[in-house]
């Protein structure tokens, strides 16, 4: 049974960094993970994601370049560290498994990922 656990969310002034984490038990060694976020009043958007054995990181356009997303498999912990935070960043951040690699031009679907964590909320004031 796939479960995942994010933490490390909070309040940032604008350009501040904070570094999310997801703990992951029950994952495959070809498991994909994705980070996700769901600003007020709006739709789930892609972040960035990866597998668990290494390979693939692609990145929303928005973040390329201040979010990275790494992994820790002794630890099973997922990671996103977030720089020069923006306050259009503000959302709760989701991460999310698939069990299969597939294609990476699939990994920034919402629908492929058939588990979820509960969430962690990001709030940057500018």
């Known amino acids: 049974q796939v479960q995942l656990a994010e933490s490390g969310g909070g309040m940032v002034q604008a350009g501040g960094s904070l570094t999310l984490s997801c703990v992951v038990s029950?994952?495959?060694?070809?498991?994909?993970l994705g980070w996700f976020r769901e600003p007020p009043g709006k739709e789930r958007d892609f972040v960035a994601a990866t597998t668990w054995s290494g390979g693939s990181t692609p990145y929303a356009d928005s973040v390329r370049g201040r979010f990275t997303i790494s992994r820790d498999r002794a630890k099973n912990t997922l990671y996103l560290q977030m720089n020069r935070l923006k306050p259009e960043d503000t959302a709760v951040y989701y991460c999310?498994?698939?069990?299969?690699?597939?294609?990476?031009?699939?990994?920034?679907?919402?629908?492929?990922?058939?588990?979820w964590g509960q969430g962690t909320q990001v709030t940057v004031s500018s």
């Open positions: 999310a498994e698939r069990r299969n690699r597939s294609i990476v031009g699939v990994w920034a679907r919402p629908g492929v990922y058939g588990c």
């Open positions: 029950g994952i495959g060694r070809d498991s994909v």
